[in-house]
């Protein structure tokens, strides 16, 4: 099994509330980990129509069969039971009792926010990062986009392209079924195309509307089924004016590069080197290993893009109160002056102690002129540094 980084958030958690809630993708591998780290937990999993309809049926007696710690699996087909477990946990608040896991982020939060708030821990675990596959020191950045981090692939070596496509079929007739009501599976699974063909552009909901042939709700709509089930995230605009109107739009990213690989026709490494879309698959690369290392730290995300309306533009911005720190990705292996003009810019507008950092497909990292130019290899490491470092 490989180690996750959240691990160390999870065994903390279980020491100090009386209930830890984990959501994630599906297949992220939660009810692997929560076994694993879980072990003297009994486990009971709502997927399973017999445990469902006694949890439904008899929240009472189906919670009076644990005396000891439970994690119940896919806790959001079940919603109905937070509202007993809060009674449970406010007679008696010890930390540890409750364990609960859901794929579907929309539904458990709901039930968390209602019933549970305030007593449960929420966690979130992502597909693996790149520092968690620490062996992957023999392959190209590429090769890493295009396998994504679906723990499956990687622990069986599945071929990406196979599994992926199982996948996203699984998740249309299953998850989204359950999820929303959507009629056309097959117009919605174009709209999902359309997101991937949109990666790291400023999300323009009329024209998404338009390509795809329904209504600008109806696109408001998919775009949170897609977040709730952990497929894509939006990365907001960064606030700081420096006297300069922004742009308000978020940008569209996708939480798996290899998934989004898949979306966009890129079955190997060699296909995505000479694809027109290179260098935005490098950035949503960057970026979601920036989202996965700030939630399995255990913390909300403070990722950012800046954007004025002349165009002047910083990939992301690692927000901090103090000192935001400015960061432009590229995904060529060989240096480039253009390439710190975002930088420049930034740094004209902020001062010289905001010099920020350039990511890059090459694998050398050194500072110049202020700025840690760093290799895609050390960007995990860079990224951790910058406060996203899981607390033991």
Same mark, same amino acid.
């Given at each position: 099994?490989?180690?996750?980084?959240?691990?160390?958030?999870? +065994?903390?958690?279980?020491?100090?509330?009386? #209930?830890?809630?984990?959501?994630?993708?599906?297949?992220?591998?939660?009810?692997?980990?929560?076994?694993?780290?879980?072990?003297?937990?009994?486990?009971?999993?709502?997927?399973?129509?017999?445990?469902?309809?006694?949890?439904?049926?008899?929240?009472?007696?189906?919670?009076?069969?644990?005396?000891?710690?439970?994690?119940?699996?896919?806790?959001?087909?079940?919603?109905?039971?937070?509202?007993?477990?809060?009674?449970? &946990?406010?007679?008696?608040?010890?930390?540890?009792?409750?364990?609960?896991?859901?794929?579907? /982020?929309?539904?458990?939060?709901? @039930?968390?926010?209602?019933?549970?708030?305030?007593?449960?821990?929420?966690?979130?675990?992502?597909?693996?990062?790149?520092?968690?596959? /620490?062996?992957?020191?023999?392959?190209?950045?590429?090769?890493?986009?295009?396998?994504? @981090?679906?723990?499956?692939?990687?622990?069986? @070596?599945?071929?990406?392209?196979?599994?992926?496509?199982?996948?996203?079929?699984?998740?249309?007739?299953?998850? &989204?079924?359950?999820?929303?009501?959507?009629?056309?599976?097959?117009?919605?699974?174009?709209?999902?195309?359309?997101?991937?063909?949109?990666?790291?552009?400023?999300?323009?909901?009329?024209?998404?509307? /338009?390509?795809?042939?329904?209504?600008?709700?109806?696109?408001?709509?998919?775009?949170? &089924?897609?977040?709730?089930?952990?497929?894509?995230?939006?990365?907001?605009?960064?606030?700081?004016?420096?006297?300069?109107?922004?742009?308000?739009?978020?940008?569209?990213?996708?939480?798996?590069?290899?998934?989004?690989?898949?979306?966009?026709?890129?079955?190997?490494?060699?296909?995505? /080197?000479?694809?027109?879309?290179?260098?935005? #698959?490098?950035?949503?690369?960057?970026?979601?290993?920036?989202?996965?290392?700030?939630?399995?730290?255990?913390?909300?995300?403070?990722?950012?893009?800046?954007?004025?309306?002349?165009?002047?533009?910083?990939?992301?911005?690692?927000?901090?109160?103090?000192?935001?720190?400015?960061?432009?990705?590229?995904?060529?292996?060989?240096?480039?002056?253009?390439?710190?003009?975002?930088?420049?810019?930034?740094?004209?507008?902020? @001062?010289?102690?905001?010099?920020?950092?350039?990511?890059?497909?090459?694998?050398?990292?050194?500072?110049?002129?202020?700025?840690?130019?760093?290799?895609?290899?050390?960007?995990?490491? +860079?990224?951790?540094?910058?406060?996203?470092?899981?607390?033991?």
């Amino acid at each position: 099994m490989i180690d996750r980084e959240i691990a160390k958030s999870l +065994r903390r958690a279980v020491t100090q509330y009386p #209930v830890l809630t984990l959501t994630g993708p599906r297949q992220s591998g939660k009810t692997t980990l929560l076994r694993h780290l879980f072990p003297e937990y009994s486990y009971v999993s709502l997927e399973r129509p017999d445990e469902r309809a006694f949890a439904l049926d008899d929240p009472v007696g189906f919670l009076d069969r644990f005396s000891g710690p439970v994690i119940f699996d896919e806790a959001q087909q079940t919603p109905e039971l937070f509202s007993y477990i809060q009674v449970r &946990v406010d007679e008696d608040p010890a930390p540890g009792r409750f364990v609960l896991s859901g794929s579907q /982020n929309f539904l458990l939060l709901s @039930g968390v926010s209602q019933s549970l708030a305030g007593r449960a821990r929420l966690a979130h675990l992502m597909p693996l990062s790149l520092r968690e596959l /620490n062996d992957n020191a023999s392959y190209s950045w590429t090769e890493c986009a295009v396998q994504g @981090g679906y723990p499956r692939i990687h622990d069986r @070596g599945l071929d990406p392209g196979e599994w992926l496509a199982q996948y996203f079929q699984t998740y249309l007739q299953r998850d &989204v079924r359950q999820i929303t009501q959507i009629g056309d599976l097959e117009q919605f699974s174009r709209f999902v195309m359309l997101c991937a063909g949109r990666v790291g552009q400023l999300l323009n909901h009329a024209s998404l509307a /338009n390509d795809c042939g329904v209504a600008q709700d109806t696109v408001r709509r998919w775009l949170s &089924v897609l977040e709730a089930s952990f497929v894509v995230f939006r990365l907001l605009p960064h606030h700081r004016r420096f006297n300069r109107r922004l742009t308000r739009s978020p940008k569209l990213y996708f939480v798996d590069s290899g998934l989004l690989c898949w979306l966009l026709g890129i079955g190997s490494a060699s296909q995505l /080197n000479t694809h027109a879309m290179r260098g935005l #698959v490098f950035e949503n690369l960057m970026i979601s290993e920036a989202l996965k290392a700030a939630y399995h730290a255990g913390q909300v995300p403070r990722l950012h893009f800046w954007r004025d309306h002349r165009g002047n533009e910083v990939d992301l911005i690692v927000d901090d109160a103090a000192t935001p720190h400015p960061v432009e990705m590229k995904s060529a292996a060989t240096m480039n002056s253009e390439f710190f003009k975002g930088l420049r810019f930034w740094q004209s507008l902020a @001062g010289e102690g905001q010099a920020g950092t350039l990511v890059y497909g090459g694998d050398e990292s050194y500072v110049r002129d202020g700025i840690a130019v760093t290799g895609w290899r050390d960007w995990p490491a +860079r990224i951790a540094s910058m406060g996203f470092e899981a607390l033991g």
